[in-house]
T-cell receptor, first 110, second 114 residues
Framework: AQRVTQPEKLLSVFKGAPVELKCNYS??????LFWYVQYSRQRLQLLLR??SRESIKGFTADLNKGETSFHLKKPFAQEEDSAMYYC????????????FGQGTTLQVKP | KAGVTQTPRYLIKTRGQQVTLSCSPI?????VSWYQQTPGQGLQFLFE???????NKGNFPGRFSGRQFSNSRSEMNVSTLELGDSALYLC?????????????FGPGTRLTVL
């Protein structure tokens, strides 16, 4: 089965604290993994994808095929990071199709 | 470049009616995907169109259909509306729908079925 699991519905941290948003996946093949973010009253947008191996707004994510995980991390959270974060998966049999996790709301308190 | 646009932004319909939603992709993008977003089920894939052909389909009943025009604009139609069809419908465009492509999302159409 193709599935993305984000175990936390809500993650609340203080400003300056480290953040880790968890994402585990199930896929028989080589997946493409993405993190999408939705800020308040804005549309869903790409944050980063594993093939780019880049850091966006201080966030990084490493694909761990052994643990089938793609956790999103940031060493020091900022209030403007408060948003809904979705982990998503695509693969060779899924043209144009993203499989999303249920999303995690990140709340960064001042 | 202009982003993905969706019309209308809000719709209120009654059970049994049908509805058509429209999506204009980013210029140059040939793949359009549709998703349904609800509080209970989250974001679920409906279907994907490329070069006027449906290439991929999610697990939704036949009441949900779509099409794509030669300019890559896409429409989705829901017939015989049910209360459970109330949702935010998102479309996303990408260059060619390759799994590595970034999908760019529109603002969504909020459908309420009474």
């Amino acid at each position: 089965a193709q599935r993305v699991t984000q175990p936390e519905k809500l993650l609340s941290v203080f400003k300056g604290a480290p953040v880790e948003l968890k994402c585990n996946y199930s896929y028989s093949g080589s997946p493409e993994l993405f993190w999408y973010v939705q800020y308040s009253r804005q549309r869903l947008q790409l944050l980063l994808r594993h093939i780019s191996r880049e850091s966006i707004k201080g966030f990084t994510a490493d694909l761990n095929k052994g643990e089938t995980s793609f956790h999103l991390k940031k060493p020091f959270a900022q209030e403007e990071d408060s948003a809904m974060y979705y982990c998503a998966l695509s693969g060779s049999s899924n043209t144009g199709k993203l499989i999303f996790g249920q999303g995690t709301t990140l709340q960064v308190k001042p | 470049k202009a982003g993905v646009t969706q019309t209308p932004r809000y719709l209120i319909k009654t059970r049994g009616q049908q509805v058509t939603l429209s999506c204009s992709p980013i210029s140059g993008h040939r793949s359009v995907s549709w998703y349904q977003q609800t509080p209970g089920q989250g974001l679920q894939f409906l279907f994907e169109y490329f070069s006027e052909t449906q290439r991929n389909k999610g697990n939704f009943p036949g009441r949900f259909s779509g099409r794509q025009f030669s300019n890559s604009r896409s429409e989705m139609n829901v017939s015989t509306l049910e209360l459970g069809d109330s949702a935010l419908y998102l479309c996303a465009s990408s260059l060619v729908g390759d799994p590595r492509d970034t999908q760019y999302f529109g603002p969504g159409t909020r459908l309420t079925v009474l």
